[in-house]
């Protein structure tokens, strides 16, 4: 019986733990436009932009430089990670700089924003230890970053 009871608040917990990462999608989406999801040590994350913010940030044909160099960036997600976990050093694990198409017509895209998307893990390059600790951030080009959401396990 004391078994079954312990079961029951413990699941009680986990659903309500589960419950304070929820987003409300419909209220959520009206918002915030959903640039990636990814699935990262057993929960999946949303990365997701505020909609009133697209039509303020720098624009950029993709031919000259970006309004923020790769290594802005980098150095962007690099201090916000340590910042978050104490590390006194970051390594990169992937970098992309990527695009969201308002539309395309007859192979004529009009791309609405460009951001970078970098995961990084905290301490050295070689400590496999944090490799699980990795991080995804989206920098976008008005130096701010993405919203980051937890939408399941």
Request: aromatic share 10%.
């Amino acid at each position: 019986m004391i078994k079954n009871i312990r079961s029951i608040l413990l699941l009680a917990c986990v659903m309500q733990i589960g419950m304070a990462h929820a987003i409300d999608y419909k209220t959520h989406y009206k918002e915030y436009f959903q640039l990636s999801v990814e699935r990262k040590n057993n929960q999946t994350y949303s990365y997701d932009v505020p909609r009133s913010k697209i039509g303020s940030l720098p624009k950029w044909d993709g031919k000259n430089n970006p309004p923020i160099s790769i290594n802005e960036a980098v150095g962007i997600a690099a201090s916000k990670m340590m910042e978050e976990t104490g590390a006194a050093q970051t390594s990169l694990v992937e970098l992309k700089l990527d695009s969201k198409v308002k539309k395309c017509k007859e192979g004529d895209c009009q791309i609405d924003f460009w951001y970078y998307k970098i995961e990084l893990m905290p301490g050295g390059r070689y400590e496999r230890a944090n490799y699980k600790k990795r991080k995804t951030y989206i920098v976008l080009m008005d130096g701010s970053f993405g919203v980051r959401n937890i939408i399941g396990k």
